[in-house]
Nanobody, 125 residues
Framework: QVQLVESGGGLVQAGGSLRLSCAAS????????MGWFRQAPGKEREFVAA????????YYADSVKGRFTISRVHAQNTVYLQMNSLKPEDTAVYYC??????????????????WGQGTQVTVSS
């Protein structure tokens, strides 16, 4: 099983930037495709971005495309989500997920049961 811990959330003004980190430990982390999801109050958890094991393939929800960038550094067992040009509607709890254990991303992204506890992102106007 993979254990995931998100960090980097906080309060930021609209137009600002924030970088989230997902630190992973446990079995087969380096082989997993990874994804970021978010959940706003009263809403369903939604897909944000995904990255293959190699890091060579990335995918984004239309709502964040061009503003967010997902990346990973295997040596640190860490997946990042760089968020630029933040909008109030980006406010949510952000979760990372260890998805496909083959390392290949298929869309729509199918999350596994390996979730972090989430990190709160609040964007003020």
């Amino acid at each position: 099983q993979v254990q995931l811990v998100e960090s980097g959330g906080g309060l930021v003004q609209a137009g600002g930037s924030l970088r989230l980190s997902c630190a992973a430990s446990g079995r087969t982390f380096s082989s997993y495709a990874m994804g970021w999801f978010r959940q706003a109050p009263g809403k369903e958890r939604e897909f944000v971005a995904a990255i293959s094991w190699s890091g060579g393939s990335t995918y984004y929800a239309d709502s964040v495309k061009g503003r967010f960038t997902i990346s990973r550094v295997h040596a640190q067992n860490t997946v990042y989500l760089q968020m630029n040009s933040l909008k109030p509607e980006d406010t949510a709890v952000y979760y990372c997920n260890a998805g496909d254990p083959t390392g290949i991303v298929t869309m729509p992204f199918s999350p596994s049961d390996y979730w972090g506890q989430g990190t709160q992102v609040t964007v003020s106007s």
